[in-house]
């Protein structure tokens, strides 16, 4: 059974006569269909209709929300992509790595998120909104993330302070994504390990750790 959406009634006071009331269960409904669907068949084969049939809404719930396809999973997905991961702090920049490398890896291996980054990312080469949007906000998210993380670095004396973020986020994400969409590895601890001990090095650092 599909799910509605009322309309207020006039003179509520809440929204112009005859506005249809967006309900959160209905827009929850819509992003959960949306990213399996991307998961299922990938953007080029994605379509409203079988969104709207998968969440159990109509398509006039989703175009009340979003005028297209392209306008639905850039909302969605960069909404997702956006969530803020831990930010952690340890008092050493090994271990913080260590911990943000690891919330990472558990993204990455997320089933949906293994299926659609890959997608999404072959569809940026040929949709240019996509690609703008969707890099521009992990780009600035992580960006932001490795900023903070090497600042205090630098504060504590752990790195010089040129240490550069968009570098670390490079030799963060780039290893990671290459064993989660690329060659499908897992990520075993003593990877992990290695990884956080080799990011910190490439920045100028040494790899410390906080006593157990």
Same mark, same amino acid.
């Given at each position: 059974m599909a799910i509605t959406e009322n309309r207020r009634t006039p003179g509520s006071g809440r929204a112009p006569a005859g506005a249809a009331v967006l309900r959160d269960e209905v827009t929850s409904a819509i992003r959960d269909a949306l990213m399996?669907?991307? *998961?299922?068949?990938?953007?080029?084969?994605l379509s409203i209709e079988a969104v709207a049939r998968r969440a159990g809404?109509?398509?006039?719930?989703?175009?009340?929300?979003?005028? /297209?396809?392209?306008?639905?999973?850039?909302e969605i997905v960069s909404a997702v992509a956006g969530r803020r991961l831990p930010l952690p702090?340890?008092?050493?920049?090994?271990?913080?790595?260590?911990?943000?490398?690891? *919330?990472l $890896?558990?993204?990455?291996?997320?089933?949906?998120?293994?299926?659609?980054?890959?997608?999404l990312l072959a569809e940026a080469a040929r949709n240019p909104q996509i690609a703008e949007t969707l890099l521009d906000t992990l780009r600035t998210?992580?960006?932001?993330?490795?900023?903070?993380?090497?600042? +205090?670095?630098?504060? +504590?004396?752990?790195?010089?302070a040129a240490a550069d973020?968009?570098?670390?986020?490079?030799?963060?994400?780039g290893p990671l994504y290459w064993r $989660?969409?690329?060659? +499908?590895?897992?990520? $075993?601890? *003593?990877?992990?390990d /290695?990884? *956080?001990?080799?990011?910190?090095?490439s920045l100028g650092g040494r790899t410390t750790t906080n006593p157990s």
């Open positions: 399996k669907e991307l *998961a299922d068949v990938g953007y080029g084969r809404v109509g398509k006039t719930a989703i175009y009340r929300r979003w005028p /297209s396809k392209v306008d639905m999973v850039i702090d340890t008092g050493n920049l090994r271990d913080d790595l260590r911990m943000l490398l690891s *919330a $890896a558990l993204a990455l291996h997320h089933p949906l998120a293994s299926q659609i980054i890959p997608d998210h992580q960006r932001d993330i490795a900023a903070r993380i090497l600042g +205090r670095a630098v504060d +504590r004396g752990e790195l010089p973020p968009g570098l670390a986020i490079d030799l963060i994400i $989660a969409a690329i060659v +499908r590895t897992p990520f $075993a601890p *003593a990877y992990l /290695s990884l *956080a001990d080799a990011v910190v090095v």
